[in-house]
Nanobody, 124 residues
Framework: QVQLVESGGGLVQAGDSLRLSCVAS????????MGWFRQAPGKEHEFVAA????????HYADSVKGRFTISRDNAKNTVYLQMNSLEPSDTAVYYC?????????????????RGQGTQVTVSS
């Protein structure tokens, strides 16, 4: 069983930056692919970014490409999402998710584990 805990959300203004963190329990974190998703009120989960088990491959949604960066530190069991040039449309609850296969997916339901989420609110 893997537990994921997100942090780093908050209320910011458009153009500001935030860095989200997701800490995973367990000794096999380095084998997991990790993904970030977000869910705005009344909407489905939206893929944001993903990274494979060793950080050698990443993928981003078109809406965040060039503004967000996903990274991981396997020694700290942590995956990060650096978010720059935030826009009001980025407002959502952000979730991290983990998959045992080591390969990332674009749908949150394909991940075995997910965290409770952290709220990001961007004001205009």
């Amino acid at each position: 069983q893997v537990q994921l805990v997100e942090s780093g959300g908050g209320l910011v203004q458009a153009g500001d930056s935030l860095r989200l963190s997701c800490v995973a329990s367990g000794r096999t974190f380095s084998f997991y692919a990790m993904g970030w998703f977000r869910q705005a009120p009344g909407k489905e989960h939206e893929f944001v970014a993903a990274i494979n088990w060793n950080g050698g491959s990443t993928h981003y949604a078109d809406s965040v490409k060039g503004r967000f960066t996903i990274s991981r530190d396997n020694a700290k069991n942590t995956v990060y999402l650096q978010m720059n040039s935030l826009e009001p449309s980025d407002t959502a609850v952000y979730y991290c998710a983990a998959d045992r296969s080591g390969n990332y997916h674009y749908a949150i339901d394909e991940y075995a584990y997910r965290g409770q989420g952290t709220q990001v609110t961007v004001s205009s």
